[in-house]
């Protein structure tokens, strides 16, 4: 082009480079906001997924609890099955606190005959039901006054009950264990249940005496729950049994058909929605059977040629409860605006295009003098002078240009502002402290994989009952209690040259690199701040004071960054930071606030230092060798450290006398700390296991140390 003329010469490049680069950003932006909806998708549908698991857990945690509490009334002679004499007002008590339970109630193995309270489901009432030989088996209901105790009459049933024929005494029985039964319909509601059921043995030969259930009807507010689920535009959630039946959907159709005497559950496949038809069919012919789908699944397929983006999780309770969580959502509830950015870029880019080409022909006779002084200034922010501005006095497109260049210098400007305020924003994710444990200068040095591997105390710490308490806040107000318990005690951790590896919901698990001290030191400090709390909020209506268990070991730990190249956080993983979590648990069966291993107290500098009393030689759930426990009595009351240090002396007593099989004088030392502090949960303890081991005698091979099967 040396012999086009200028404006030619100036003009056509410039289209060209234009076309380009608005056409390569254009395809970029496409294929990138692809990639987004990929990416967005995958995290909606974990986190819808993960939400629906929550959901179902805290629903079904709770009759298994109510079942363990009712087995033990029952082989004490506190519930009456067979002859329905008492034992109404402990159930009738249970169906209080739990509204969303239906039915309570336990049955004979004897001959069948049953015992319970439910829950009407025309009036919401409660009711007492039994049967036995008194009315051959055909069930009686009562009314129940307020404190739980029978009252009238009300009718009785047309058919005869044998507990030992129903399927939650079959499934019972067949486990041996806690159980689950397959969703069925109840024999008194006719509305789809699925009920908790656990054996009930005589301690003393171990004959069946029968099995107590709690019935939890599929509930109503589950399906809500699922319905105001945010799943895109269109996107459909839904729980289905290894059989396909639903279980609940986000959908308004029925789950059951059939008539009312006949009822029978909707499977997916044959679901009137097609998206959840769709979803089943195609996860029923990808795995084979629903059967064999096993871990989280993330999967795609077609539907009338749309890609659905699919997910599938197991929820498994460990008691039987075996279902699948599955999220679906259409890409199209995505890509719709994307194309429609794309059309608006096409657009743009022709009209851009227009008045380049306009542009450029009038700047080929005026650009040529003044786009020295742009190139100079360009070359001076370029550089990093931000403060360097364009000095060119023409109203034309040569002075817009240098405006633009101005406007850009200080958009410029701002922009690395931002990201300075963006890249101290990052250090509440990445602490200071953390960077310097990992010897990283920027949070952009963190990389997948990076650690550190070192002996380190290792903490755990948790609020105890705080599902109870969180059940009586809205979510907002949990969030906000959570929140101000962590503001609170994290500090301290910090304080103490310690810092927070994750969060757990109301726990925290934290890393104290250098010293043991370091440690105990924080967890005494984070007790105050528990107990200058409830202080405050002794002033509210609804005050109840809350307690945390902290447990420490010390051992070899890896810390560093784990997770998948476009998401890492911290965690810490080694044999010894699952101690210190179970060593939290045990804090709640032996009643102390602080609970550490004998590794802790021997790394101890000054030993002294502290008040420490034994608890137990302990074999922890996936070990096979026993630990010594202490409790850090520095962490307690100051009411409860003192009964503590009166009885010490007897405490001590009693533990030798344990350890060296007397365990005659092991149970009057305890009981003898009991009758001056009834609190100490580790002296009951004792005192039952002493107990215990007076009348089942001692075993082949006792060594003093006591094993904890499930985690705590």
């Known amino acids: 082009m040396q012999n086009s003329p200028l404006r030619l010469a100036f003009t056509v490049p410039v289209l060209v480079q234009l076309v380009a680069v608005v056409g390569l950003v254009g395809y970029l932006s496409f294929r990138n906001g ?103 088996f055909y069930r009686n209901y009562y009314s129940l006054d307020v404190r739980g105790n029978r009252q009238h009459f009300i009718y009785q049933a047309d058919k005869s009950y044998d507990a030992r024929l129903r399927p939650w005494f079959k499934a019972a029985l067949h486990r041996e264990t806690p159980a689950w039964t397959d969703v069925y319909i109840a024999f008194t509601t006719r509305l789809p249940n699925v009920t908790a059921s656990l054996p009930v043995y005589d301690s003393r030969d171990r004959a069946l005496l029968g099995v107590c259930a709690t019935d939890v009807v599929l509930p109503e507010e589950f399906r809500t729950f699922l319905k105001e689920l945010e799943i895109g535009q269109s996107g ?18 029925p789950l059951m058909k059939g008539t009312e005497e006949a009822p029978q559950f909707l499977q997916a496949i044959n679901s009137r929605n097609p998206l959840v038809q769709e979803s089943a069919a195609y996860l029923s012919k990808h795995f084979g059977s629903f059967d064999k789908i096993q871990g989280n699944q993330q999967l795609t397929f077609a539907l009338n040629g749309d890609q659905q983006f699919l997910e599938v ?40 295009l227009a008045i380049a080409l306009g542009v450029g022909i009038l700047l080929a006779r005026r650009v040529t003098a003044p786009i ?11 550089q990093g002078d931000w403060n360097q501005r364009v000095q060119v006095s023409r109203a034309d497109e040569v002075g817009e240009l240098a405006k633009s260049v101005n406007t850009m210098a200080t958009q410029i400007q701002q922009a690395f502002v931002q990201l300075e305020n963006q890249r101290n924003a990052f250090s509440r994710f990445f602490p200071p402290e953390y960077l310097h444990f990992l010897d990283k200068h920027s949070v952009t ?12 105390a290792v903490m755990f710490s948790d609020i105890r009952g705080f599902t109870r308490l969180a059940e009586k806040m809205a979510p907002q107000e949990a969030f906000d209690f959570i929140n101000d318990y962590l503001q609170r005690i994290s500090p301290q951790i ?52 809350i307690e945390i268990g902290i447990g420490l070991h010390v051992g070899h730990v890896m810390a560093g960054m784990v997770g998948e190249h476009d998401r890492i956080q911290p965690d810490a ?38 008040q420490l009393r034994f608890l137990d030689q302990v074999i922890v759930k996936g070990r096979t060798k026993s630990i010594a426990i202490y409790e850090v009595l520095d962490a307690e009351t100051e009411s409860q450290r003192e009964s503590k240090r009166r009885t010490l002396e007897t405490f001590e007593a009693g533990i030798k006398a344990y350890s060296d099989r007397n365990l005659t004088a ?25 107990s215990l081991l007076l009348e089942q005698g001692l075993p082949k091979n006792w060594d003093g140390a006591w094993t904890f099967e499930q985690k705590r």
Request: one cysteine or more; proline letters at 2%.
């Open 494 to 545: 910090r304080a103490h040259k310690g810092f927070v590896v994750k969060f757990l919901g109301d726990g925290v698990m934290a890393i104290f690199p250098e010293t043991v001290e370091n440690a105990i030191d924080a967890a005494i400090a984070q007790f105050q701040q528990v107990q200058d709390y409830n202080q405050q909020r002794r002033r509210d209506q609804d005050f109840e004071a």
């Open 372 to 382: 020295l002084k742009l190139n100079t200034a360009v070359k001076e922010i370029a």
């Open 445 to 456: 040095d963190i990389e997948l994989g990076d650690h550190i591997s070192k002996d380190m």
């Open 313 to 352: 999780l197991p929820f498994n309770d460990g008691f039987g409860l075996d279902w699948l969580i599955v999220v679906v959502v259409p890409e199209s509830d995505y890509m719709g605006q994307i194309l429609w950015n794309t059309r608006i870029t096409i657009v743009l880019c022709v009209l851009a």
């Open 666 to 690: 092991a149970k009057a030392y305890f009981e003898a700390i009991l009758a001056e502090h009834p609190e100490d949960m580790t002296a009951q303890l004792y005192e039952q296991r002493v």
């Open 236 to 253: 459909q959630a839904f729980v289905v049994d290894r059989n396909g039946n639903l279980i609940s959907s986000s959908t308004d159709e």
């Open 34 to 136: 692809q990639q987004a909806v990929q990416v967005l998708a995958s995290q909606l549908r974990s986190e819808v997924s993960a939400r629906i698991q929550g959901e179902l857990e805290s629903y079904f945690g709770d009759p298994h609890a109510i079942n363990r509490l009712n087995a033990t009334a029952f082989s004490n002679g506190d519930l009456d099955i067979e002859n329905a004499t008492q034992g109404e007002h402990l159930l009738f008590q249970q169906m209080k606190i739990y509204s969303e339970i239906a039915f309570v109630y336990c049955g004979s193995a004897r001959s069948g005959e049953f015992f319970g309270i439910l829950r009407s489901p025309d009036t919401g009432e409660l009711q007492l039901s039994y049967g036995n030989a008194s009315n051959n």
């Open 573 to 610: 993983v080694s044999d010894a930071v699952n101690l210190a979590a179970r060593l939290e648990g045990l804090s709640k069966v032996y009643g102390a606030a602080l609970v550490i291993s004998e590794s802790v107290r021997r790394r101890l500098v000054n030993r002294d230092r502290y």
